[in-house]
């Protein structure tokens, strides 16, 4: 199973960006898929996760921000940042989660810095 993530980069504080996931037909039919990430040091948090049916949940420090969304014609999940700040600054990995069975991609970096 493949996560393939991609769109990390650097960003101004108060700048976009866009992260995509891309996955297996399987695992966006079947899988809720998110993000999390992660700085050196700390836990990983929620970012935000779409089900198959659309349902979205998001962080708080995101909400607001950040949306999630589902490409079926690509079989990806896309997180749109808005609005970045300094301490969005972190690895962002995508993950599908199903049960108690989950994947995850290797990451892409996002660095909000002037």
């Known amino acids: 199973v493949q996560l393939v993530e991609g769109g990390g980069g650097l960003v101004e504080p108060g700048g976009s960006l866009k992260l995509s996931c891309i996955t297996s037909?399987?695992?966006?039919?079947?899988?809720?898929v998110g993000w999390y990430r992660q700085t050196p040091g700390n836990q990983r948090e929620m970012v935000a996760s779409i089900t198959t049916s659309g349902v979205t949940d998001y962080g708080d420090s995101v909400k607001g921000r950040f949306t999630v969304s589902r490409d079926k014609s690509k079989n990806s999940v896309s997180l749109e940042m808005k609005y970045l700040k300094a301490e969005d600054t972190a690895e962002y990995l995508c993950?599908?989660?199903?049960?108690?069975?989950?994947?995850w991609g290797q990451g892409t970096q996002v660095t909000v810095s002037s």
């Open positions: 037909e399987e695992i966006f039919n079947s899988y809720t």
């Open positions: 993950y599908a989660l199903r049960n108690n069975r989950s994947y």
